[in-house]
């Protein structure tokens, strides 16, 4: 057979196979047919030996061609398959944008933290730090340098959770005086909060044994009980209401002297007597005082020289109160349809 016509055979058939190919193992058994050693394509060589010079020149000429020829199919046939596959990909994965998305749940930040938050935020803003104590307390921060020394029955109304003869969780923020006092190694006044949880013995529809608490303690030169005074009104008229009046009663405790115990206008019934104040018109709020000389003196201040005053006040009743919360155990059991009801229109707006 002539050559020409050798290689015009060998096109049309590899035409035809290519036509019925469809995956890539196929199509590597068909390069191999043709291209391959034994390939067809190589075999038109055979003979080669037995010609003349000018002869061979001829055929390699026309092999290559051929041999360029079936290479060029057989890589468009390859890249067909590509096409097709991706093509397959694409439809199969196909994502629908028009869906509506899932919509992202937010969460509400807890009403004991926006109590916190509220409550730094006031006293930020008149030039109060805000520091932290440890919950595992010494024996000696939460009780004897805060004039409460062994035995002193004032350790019995505070149920106290003992570690052992030292260590003990907390009863009251109360420890963070005695050991912002010691770290303040300047003697320099002093402003500042804590806020945190402390413990008790306690369990029931209004106490719960763990619980949070803000302290205050201010200590300079010429502090005064109106200070105390003034502070607290303005607290109080920040946290409940711009009507809220406060009132102090004497009371007990023993790191301030004198002690009060203040008491706010009911903020439900405005102080005309209510169910919620017992028809009294006052609602207690927190403890307080002018911090005693004692105290003092183990802070390393002395009481000739500086004065200061004391708070302290539980998140937990001031949540309560805001929020209208009946069980105080409503703010530690994390139910969520409780906790939803505090997402407000203001937080909606704070994620953009
Ligand atoms: N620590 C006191 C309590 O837990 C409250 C208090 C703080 C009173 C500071 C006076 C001064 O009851």
Not at 145 to 151: A, D, E, Q
Not at 207 to 215: A, D, I, L, N
Request: negative net charge; proline residues 4%; glycine residues 6%.
């Amino acid at each position: 057979m002539e050559t020409n016509e050798k290689i015009r055979n060998i096109k049309e058939e590899l035409d035809k196979e290519l036509e019925g190919v469809e995956k890539q193992q196929e199509l590597v058994e068909v390069k191999a047919k043709y291209l391959g050693k034994k390939g067809l394509v190589t075999e038109l060589t055979a003979n080669m030996k037995d010609l003349s010079i000018e002869e061979k020149k001829e055929l390699g000429q026309l092999v290559n061609l051929l041999k360029n020829e079936v290479t060029e199919m057989i890589n468009q046939k390859q890249q067909d398959l590509q096409n097709k596959e991706l093509e397959r990909r694409l439809k199969e994965e196909e994502i629908d944008i028009s869906l509506p998305s899932r919509k992202i749940k937010k969460g509400s930040r807890h009403p004991f933290q926006r109590i916190i938050e509220d409550v730094e935020d006031f006293f930020v803003s008149m030039g109060y730090d805000v520091v932290d104590g440890p919950e595992l307390e010494t024996d000696e921060n939460c009780f004897r340098r805060l004039n409460v020394p062994l035995g002193h029955p004032a350790r019995d109304s505070q149920d106290t959770f003992y570690i052992d003869d030292e260590y003990l969780l907390r009863t009251q923020t109360s420890s963070v005086q005695a050991r912002t006092m010691q770290a303040n190694t300047e003697k320099t006044p002093i402003r500042m909060i804590c806020p945190g949880k402390v413990y008790r013995r306690d369990d029931d529809a209004t106490h719960s044994h763990q619980f949070g608490q803000v302290e205050g303690l201010v200590v300079d030169k010429d502090i005064s009980l109106a200070d105390l005074k003034g502070t607290l009104e303005m607290f109080a008229k920040k946290m409940l209401g711009e009507n809220t009046k406060v009132r102090f009663r004497p009371s007990f405790f023993p790191f301030t002297e004198p002690s009060v115990e203040v008491d706010v206008t009911c903020f439900k019934c405005g102080g005309k007597g209510c169910p919620l104040c017992k028809q009294t018109g006052w609602i207690e709020l927190l403890g307080a005082g002018m911090v005693h000389p004692n105290v003092l003196r183990m802070g390393g201040y002395d009481p000739e020289k500086w004065t200061g005053f004391a708070f302290g006040t539980g998140l937990d009743r001031l949540a309560m109160f805001r929020y209208a919360i009946p069980d105080i155990r409503y703010l530690y059991t994390n139910d969520i349809r409780f906790l939803e009801q505090f997402s407000r229109k203001d937080e909606e707006n704070e994620v953009k």
